[in-house]
Structure formats: structure tokens, C-alpha cells
């Protein structure tokens, strides 16, 4: 008998699964997409994100509140962690060194997290600090591990401040010599990146890598792996 095949998941779907904020289903689907060979880059921009999107315009309007913005945050990770080995897959020797964490205050994490696995993607060695990481622990950990780069995420206009208020102290602490400073998440903009003094702003994670990457060219030539 001839088997009819199963229908491609529809990407569509997994959106609206992250937006009801269903876990097992976003995990299903996800898996499915995988199984379809659906590349992981197209799941998360087709699938994912624009759920997210999504969720952030409703909570804004008011049509949603902080417990489904819990559920769907926690969708949207559950969906990333199956994405994650895709997305770093192909790595190669680590070209450079990068400290990332959510600056002071701000628990916002699902933007940082994308953006250390696009990094770890590009071959990059990887320190996340995680959230509300406070400017003297970035000081340590760039001191402890000779990172080339800092990248500073921030959601929060209140949290912003602290992005200054970390590479103020790493000024203070003469660790700027030679370290890259990145910026990065939704509020933020290249001419805020220009006040506080950052090196790089990039508007999200793909950005980041190809700006990782222009920042490490211009300064060494010879350091840049893929
Ligand atoms: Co909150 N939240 N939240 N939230 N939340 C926002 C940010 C908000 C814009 C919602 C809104 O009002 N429309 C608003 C901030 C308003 C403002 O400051 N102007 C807000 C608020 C107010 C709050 C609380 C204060 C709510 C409250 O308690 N009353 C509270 C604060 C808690 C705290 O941090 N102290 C809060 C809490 C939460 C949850 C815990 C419920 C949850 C977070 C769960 C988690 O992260 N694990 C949450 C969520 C999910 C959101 C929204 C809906 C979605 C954020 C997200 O994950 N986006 C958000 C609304 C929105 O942004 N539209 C909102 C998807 C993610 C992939 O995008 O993070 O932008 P994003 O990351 C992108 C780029 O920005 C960039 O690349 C990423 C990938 O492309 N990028 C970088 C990010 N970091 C980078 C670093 C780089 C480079 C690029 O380094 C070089």
C-alpha cells in the first residue's frame, strides 16, 4: 500500500504555538521542522521569532500579561535549545575570545542567548555570564579570561544606564586597552552605542557576528578565523 507522506510543519504554526505559550507544542513542532530538514536559521526566523514578535506587541497593547509572557519566553527557549547544536554546529578553532551577559537589572535573556549561539556558530569562544550581571563581575571575567570582546545586552531603557556604568569601570580598572566593546538589544541604537563609548552596536545576532568579525579585522588582520 502506498504510504502517504506527511505534510511539511508549516512554520506558521509554531509561531502560533509560542504566542499560546505551549512548550510541548513548540518543542513538537520544532522537532518536526528539524526531522523535514528545515534549516535551523529559517525555523527560528520563520517559526520563532515572529511568535515572539508577536507576543511583544500584544504585552505592549495590554491584550497580554507577564504570566504568558513567561509561558511563551519559556516556548521560545525551549524551542532554541533544540535549535542550539545547529546553530553552533561547524565550529572551528575559537578566533577570538567574547565575555556576554545582560548588564545590571535586566533579566531579559532570550535576545543574549541568540546571540551567543550565533557567536559559538561563528567559531568564537564564548563566555556567557548570563543576566543581571553587575559591571565589576564583567571586569573580573575580562581580566580572568583576556577576552578580546565584551558584548552588552540590555531590553530595558531603565537597565541601559549600566551598559555605561560597566565600561566606565573597566576605563577605570585600564581594561579597555585592546578589548572590543559590543552593545546590543532592542532599545539601543548606534548613536547610544557612540555616547556611552561602545566599539559596536549591532541591531541582532547575525549583526553581531559580521560586526564581531569587522571589529577584530580592523584592529588585528591576522585574527580572524571564518
Ligand atoms: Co519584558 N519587557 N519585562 N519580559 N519583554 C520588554 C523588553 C518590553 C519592551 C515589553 C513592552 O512593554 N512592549 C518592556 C521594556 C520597556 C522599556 O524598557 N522601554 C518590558 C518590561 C517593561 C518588562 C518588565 C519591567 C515587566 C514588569 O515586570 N512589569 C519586566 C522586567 C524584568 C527585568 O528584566 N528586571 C519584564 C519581564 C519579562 C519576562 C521575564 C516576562 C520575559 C523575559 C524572559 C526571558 O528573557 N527569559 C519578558 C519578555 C519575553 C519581553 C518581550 C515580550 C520579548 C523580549 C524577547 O525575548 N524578544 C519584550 C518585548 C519586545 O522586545 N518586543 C519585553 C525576542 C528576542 C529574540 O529579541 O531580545 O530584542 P531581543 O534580541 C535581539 C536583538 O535585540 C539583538 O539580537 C537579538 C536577536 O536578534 N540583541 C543583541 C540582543 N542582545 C544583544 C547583544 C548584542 C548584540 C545584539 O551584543 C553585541
Not at 26 to 53: F, H, S, W, Y
Not at 102 to 129: C, P, R, W, Y
Not at 144 to 167: F, G, Q, V
Amino acid at each position: 500500500m502506498q504510504r502517504v507522506k506527511e505534510a511539511m510543519v508549516d512554520l506558521g504554526h509554531i509561531s502560533q504555538r509560542l504566542i499560546g505559550g505551549d512548550i510541548q507544542g513548540v518543542e513538537r513542532l520544532t522537532r518536526k521542522a528539524l526531522d523535514d530538514g528545515i534549516p535551523a536559521r529559517e525555523i527560528l526566523n520563520r517559526g520563532l521569532m515572529p511568535g515572539m514578535d508577536e507576543v511583544g506587541k500584544k504585552f505592549k497593547e495590554n491584550l497580554i500579561y507577564i504570566p504568558e509572557v513567561v509561558l511563551s519566553a519559556k516556548a521560545m527557549l525551549a524551542g532554541m535549545e533544540l535549535l542550539r547544536p545547529h546553530l553552533e554546529a561547524g565550529r572551528v578553532k575559537p578566533s577570538a575570545t567574547i565575555v556576554i551577559g545582560t548588564v545590571q537589572g535586566d533579566l531579559h535573556d532570550i535576545g543574549k542567548n541568540l546571540v551567543s549561539m550565533m557567536f559559538k556558530g561563528a567559531g568564537f569562544e564564548v563566555v556567557d555570564l548570563g543576566i543581571d550581571v553587575s559591571p565589576q563581575r564583567f571586569a573580573q571575567e575580562i581580566a580572568d579570561r583576556k577576552a578580546h570582546i565584551l558584548a552588552l545586552s540590555a531590553l530595558l531603557t531603565t537597565s541601559m544606564p549600566n551598559m555605561k556604568k560597566t565600561l566606565d569601570l573597566l576605563s577605570e580598572m585600564d581594561l579597555r586597552q585592546g578589548l572590543i566593546a559590543m552593545v546590543g538589544g532592542a532599545p539601543l541604537t548606534q548613536a547610544y552605542a557612540d555616547e556611552i563609548g561602545a566599539d559596536g552596536y549591532a541591531h541582532n545576532a547575525s549583526l553581531a557576528v559580521d560586526k564581531a568579525k569587522e571589529l577584530l579585522k580592523s584592529r588585528t588582520p591576522q585574527s580572524i578565523g571564518g
